[in-house]
Nanobody, 125 residues
Framework: QVRLVESGGGLVAAGGSLRLSCAAS????????MGWFRQAPGKEREFVAA????????YYADFVKGRFTISKDNAENTVTLQMNSLKPEDTAVYYC??????????????????WGQGTQVTVSS
């Protein structure tokens, strides 16, 4: 059974940092791309960042470039999203997801096969 489990969310003041982790289990993910998405109340789920298990290719939404960093630990099967300089508009539920690398539209949530349960991030002004 495939499981993606996020952790690390919480409440932080604007300008602060949080580190989200996603623990993946239940299959081999070497042919997968891992993504982080977020969804704020009343808004659609949006792409934040992605990374391939094989190699070091990373991808970011424009609104997080320079502030967020996605990384992976192949030995631990975890993907991390380091979030710095947080803004109130970053407040959302953050989700970890996995999509096969052949699905090239990886900024689109519909191509992802597996999802975590989400973790709440709240940034106060």
């Amino acid at each position: 059974q495939v499981r993606l489990v996020e952790s690390g969310g919480g409440l932080v003041a604007a300008g602060g940092s949080l580190r989200l982790s996603c623990a993946a289990s239940g299959r081999t993910f070497s042919s997968y791309r891992m993504g982080w998405f977020r969804q704020a109340p009343g808004k659609e789920r949006e792409f934040v960042a992605a990374i391939r298990w094989s190699g070091d290719s990373t991808y970011y939404a424009d609104f997080v470039k320079g502030r967020f960093t996605i990384s992976k630990d192949n030995a631990e099967n975890t993907v991390t999203l380091q979030m710095n300089s947080l803004k109130p508009e970053d407040t959302a539920v953050y989700y970890c997801a996995a999509a096969h690398v052949t699905r090239i539209s990886f900024t689109y949530s519909g191509v992802y096969d597996y999802w975590g349960q989400g973790t709440q991030v709240t940034v106060s002004s």
